[in-house]
């Protein structure tokens, strides 16, 4: 990479199944680069069918960071894996590398480029009581609990998000204000002081869609089945994230027997679908000045890309 690159970074954002993983390699190979993760189910252990994590062929072709690092058991939030990325950016840095950051995770880049919040820490009382109403009375009566302290939440989490929920309750117990106002009231920063390119691929609906479809039946193809069966068999939290990720759910319910394969495959490829849909509208209209591609992976739009990345290194 010239020298002109440095302490910059590329960022290839983009709903499921758009083909950003591919761009990204591309990218990285042009523009002798590392790739960083930035999908918040890719970052555990266990699970690199089911997540479409990079094939060993990917990455023996160009050096992957931040892919299966956490136990399942573990949650990991945008602030930990913000730390993360901005340590793997330096070394690329240090290595005369480009970084490329790449995921669908919204809310783990725009913390990279723009910063969150910096809220006051909970006190371990505080959160350890609302957690224990949160398993004692049921995510209804804690969402319940939130809608009548701090209606503006309310309205804004979806009510059966246990881990939102709490967090809201917790930041109202311990200053006093609504979530929704600290952001307001605390104008967020960025860690890393770097230039940043940020590129999201969205092919057209109707192309996603076929994709995500396919790329349920290549999972199954694949080995999908017996990845949920053992992490069925760590008996983890339902809570965790990993437990949570895109098919884990619907396959779970064919392994424990409580639904067809048929059923478990239409149900996990409409939950799919629909969070694609959701993603695009985050990448639209919460992250700041993104280039939206509104094209499927091939080699002209790679080529555009790369045009758009020589200019943004020689600046």
Not at 36 to 64: F, W
Not at 68 to 75: C, K, N, R, Y
Not at 215 to 232: K, N, S, T
Not at 277 to 288: A, D, E, L
Request: aromatic share 6%; charged share 30%.
């Amino acid at each position: 990479m010239a020298e002109t690159g440095k302490n910059k970074v590329v960022v290839i954002g983009g709903p499921t199944a758009s083909g950003k993983s591919a761009t990204a390699l591309d990218v990285a190979q042009e523009f002798n680069g590392v790739i960083i993760n930035a999908d918040s189910m890719q970052i555990y252990k266990g699970l690199p069918v089911v997540t479409a994590c990079p094939t060993p062929e990917d990455e023996a072709r160009i050096p992957h960071r931040l892919y299966q690092v956490m136990d399942p058991a573990e949650t990991c939030s945008a602030g930990l894996w913000e730390k993360m990325c901005i340590e793997e950016i330096n070394k690329a840095w240090a290595e005369g590398k480009l970084p490329v950051v790449t995921g669908g995770t919204g809310l783990y880049i725009k913390t990279l480029v723009e910063g969150i919040s910096q809220l006051p820490p909970i006190p371990d009382d505080i959160r350890n009581a609302v957690r224990k109403r949160g398993d004692e009375d049921g995510v209804e009566a804690l969402y319940k609990e939130l809608c009548e302290k701090d209606p503006e939440m309310g309205a804004r989490l979806k009510p059966r998000d246990m881990q939102r929920i709490c967090r809201a309750l917790e930041v109202l117990e311990t200053t006093g204000k609504s979530l929704a106002v600290l952001q307001r009231e605390i104008k967020p920063q960025p860690v890393l002081k770097a230039d940043y390119a940020t590129h999201v691929i969205m092919p057209p609906r109707d192309i996603l869609y076929g994709r995500c479809d396919k790329r349920f039946d290549i999972m199954l193809d694949q080995g999908a089945i017996e990845e949920v069966r053992a992490l069925e068999a760590m008996k983890l939290d339902p809570k965790v994230p990993a437990m949570k990720a895109l098919g884990v759910p619907e396959l779970l319910s064919y392994v424990r027997g409580q639904t067809s394969l048929d059923e478990a495959r239409e149900k996990a490829q409409m939950q799919t679908r629909r969070f694609a849909k959701r993603q695009c509208t985050w990448f639209r209209n919460q992250i700041s000045h993104p280039k939206i591609h509104s094209a499927q992976y091939s080699e002209s739009l790679c080529d555009e890309i790369y045009n758009i990345i020589r200019q943004f290194l020689l600046t």
